[in-house]
């Protein structure tokens, strides 16, 4: 299936593997674009020297083209971008703040810049930028969120810019997939689905919360301080929720997810750990290679719109 965005990143599928951190490591960025989508390296809170090893890896791994998700909050942000430019990394995405400032640099490097959003207004912005595409992103999705649903939020953005917009939140199989492109997508970013891959270092214990939850599990963290995080209950969201509940200070409350995502995805701590995921968690049944989940989002998506 080509899009615009499949010419653009020279991948055979127009899927995009979400930039989780911690999650999305090397093995499975190199997995997922060995399946013929977009893997992407998760840099999330990492030193710039780990996700200059984590590049190489994935180059060692896979000839095929790949990713490097740049959390814009991450102390070490500078230095990454730096090494996304030197490493010849061909396509990345941005996440929390505005990667205007690096543009030049890595235009000038031959870099394909994906900005997520959450509103048609940072839609533009990233557009007058030069941002070559943008994912817009649903409040369906797991891990930091906006507020706006990826049903309307997508059709909006694909009317307000001429870039090509890639949809994200809510999608783990070929309907999603097809309802995005209904709405005008030229692509997916999925997450959730990814963290159950065979090739996911993800521990047993977060694999299994995913695969055995509900529709209903999945709970929103941080909305009295502008920090929204959705993720799967667990005795560690109940204990945030009872405090930002009784008004406790941000900074209480972010002593409670200290290192939380280390705890889920290494460890496999499910109950004081972050389990990150979105709301479509419910749809998630099984572990399958990256291989076979896209193949089987890809069939189903062709059936569906008659490709």
Known sequence: MKTRVTDMLGIEHPIIQGGMAWVAEYHLAAAVS????????????????????????????TSKPFGVNLMLMNPEADDIARVIAE???????TGAGNPGKYLTMWKEAGV?????????????????????????????????????????????VVDAVHIPVIAAGGIADGRGFAAAFMLGAEAVQMGTRFIVAKESIVHENYKKKVIDAK???????????????????????REYL????????????????LGALRKAVVEGDAVNGTLMAGQIAGLVHREQTCEEMIREIMEQARILLKE
């Open 87 to 93: 490493e010849g990394v061909k396509v990345v995405t």
């Open 112 to 156: 394909k810049v994906i900005p997520v959003v959450a509103s048609v207004a940072m839609a533009k912005m990233m557009e007058r930028a030069g941002a070559d595409a943008v994912v817009a992103e649903g409040t369906e999705s797991g891990g930091h969120i906006g507020a706006a649903t990826t049903m309307t939020l997508v059709p909006q």
């Open 215 to 237: 529709d209903i599990d999945s709970e929103v963290t941080g909305m009295s301080h502008g920090h929204p995080v959705r993720q799967l209950r667990n005795q560690m969201t």
């Open 34 to 61: 060995e399946a013929g989508g977009l893997g992407i390296i998760g840099a999330g809170g990492a030193p710039a020297e780990f996700v200059r090893e984590q590049i190489r890896k994935v180059k060692e791994t």
């Open 242 to 257: 009872k405090r930002e509940k009784a008004g406790a200070p941000f900074e209480e409350l972010e002593q409670l997810t």
